[in-house]
C-alpha cells in the first residue's frame, strides 16, 4: 500500500440475508480514525444463532475514477460477546490477501429483542 488511501469500513455477519451496514469515509490517511472528537458511529445488525455468527469486515478505499478496491479485510466470532449488555471492545487483525493489513478496535455489544 502506497501513498494514502480514503478508507471506509463495510460489516456484515455471516448469515443468510443480512444486510451490509458502512462507516463513513476518511480521506487521505493510512490511520483512519472513525472516534475522532465525535462519538463513534453506532450500527445494528440482526443475529440469528450467534454460536455460529462471526460479524465481517471488508475495507476499501474509494476511488472515484476506477471504482473502490478492497484494502484488506477481518472476521470476529460473536460467541464470546453473547450475554454481555456493555460495549466490549475487539481488536481485529486484518488480513490482505495473505498478508497483514493492520488492526481495526471496534466494540461490540448485543441487545436481546
Ligand atoms: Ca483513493
Redesign the pocket.
Known sequence: MFGS??PYVKFTVNEEGCPWVQSERRNSTLNPEWDDGVPAPEFELPVGDVTKASLKLLVF???GTTGD?ELCSGTQPLLPFRGESDFLPAQLELKSGTSKGGTLTIAIRFEQH
Open positions: 488511501s480514503d478505499d474509494h476511488d478496491d
